[in-house]
């Protein structure tokens, strides 16, 4: 009969052995490329497959609204992607025309992007907006 610590530790072993291997695959599974709509369409078959978050603009007029499904175009240097969002998580209020937009997802069958998540960037009006109102602080001013 064997030792019984050789055992314990061999098991050992393949346990963390298997629970490595899981978290690696699983930390490969889930990273996302962050490109452009133009890095995106140049390399475009690279990328078949795989995970992708694909920044740009969105197009004036192009957001299409319907039930639980959201349509809209970004672009970025002369090339656009059309989006397509079926979720059912919020859209933030800060999407809309001109809003920078990252979608994250997959590039589908008909050639639209099905998007499992989508953030838009906040406008620079707001930091402008913040310049205007802050006041400079006189440090010399201030007590403790």
């Known amino acids: 009969m064997k030792n019984p ?3 314990f530790i061999g098991g050992g ?6 629970l490595t291997w899981l978290g690696v695959a699983g930390f490969q599974e889930s990273k996302a490329y962050y490109i452009t709509v133009n ?3 140049h390399s475009e ?8 978050k694909v920044a740009g603009d969105v197009v004036e007029g192009s957001i299409d609204r319907k039930d639980n499904q ?15 969002y079926v979720g059912k998580a919020l859209v933030p209020d ?3 025309d001109g809003a ?12 639209t992007f099905q998007a499992k998540h989508i953030e838009a960037k906040c406008s620079s009006k707001y930091e402008a907006e913040y310049e205007k109102k802050a006041k400079p ?8």
């Open 45 to 52: 078959s690279s990328f078949h497959g795989k995970n992708v």
């Open 100 to 111: 920078k937009a990252v979608v994250e997802g997959q590039m589908g069958q008909g050639g």
């Open 5 to 7: 610590k050789v055992k």
């Open 13 to 18: 072993l393949i346990i963390v052995a298997a």
């Open 70 to 84: 959201l349509e809209f175009v970004i672009a970025h240097e002369g090339e656009s992607l059309k989006v397509q």
């Open 39 to 41: 890095e995106f369409r």
């Open 137 to 144: 602080v006189d440090l010399r001013k201030v007590t403790s």
């Open 94 to 96: 800060t999407f809309k």
